[in-house]
């Protein structure tokens, strides 16, 4: 089992940037893929990026704003969020799995989530 425990989210006024940590812990050499998700309400599910090994991908709507990042030594994965809008506004889970595949299909595993709420 592996766990996911996000932090760092919080309210900013539209322009600014917020910086989300996802500290895992367990069994985390099974995890090949992790990636932040977010859900606005009455929005689907969006993956907004993905760090594997061969490198990094983000959504279209984030592009160029939104940076992930790891530090294997902490076993922690970052995003940094430039430039926020208040439609980003969203929960945003930390989600790992076995292969970019199950990452994006059906993550193993997710965190609790944190609350990002940017003001106009």
């Known amino acids: 089992q592996v766990q996911l425990v996000e932090s760092g989210g919080g309210l900013v006024q539209a322009g600014g940037s917020l910086k989300l940590s996802c500290a895992a812990s367990?069994?985390?050499?099974?995890?090949?893929?992790t990636g932040w998700y977010r859900r606005a309400p009455g929005k689907q599910r969006e993956l907004v990026a993905a760090i594997t090994n061969g490198g990094t991908n983000y959504a279209d709507s984030v592009k160029g704003r939104f940076t992930i990042s790891r530090d294997n030594a902490k076993n922690t994965v970052y995003l940094q969020m430039n430039s926020l809008k208040p439609e980003d506004t969203a929960v945003y889970y930390c989600?790992?799995?076995?292969?970019?595949?199950?990452?994006?299909?059906?993550?193993?595993?997710w965190g609790q989530g944190t609350q990002v709420t940017v003001s106009s």
């Open positions: 367990g069994n985390i050499f099974s995890i090949r893929a």
């Open positions: 989600a790992a799995g076995s292969s970019a595949i199950v990452l994006v299909s059906a993550p193993d595993y």
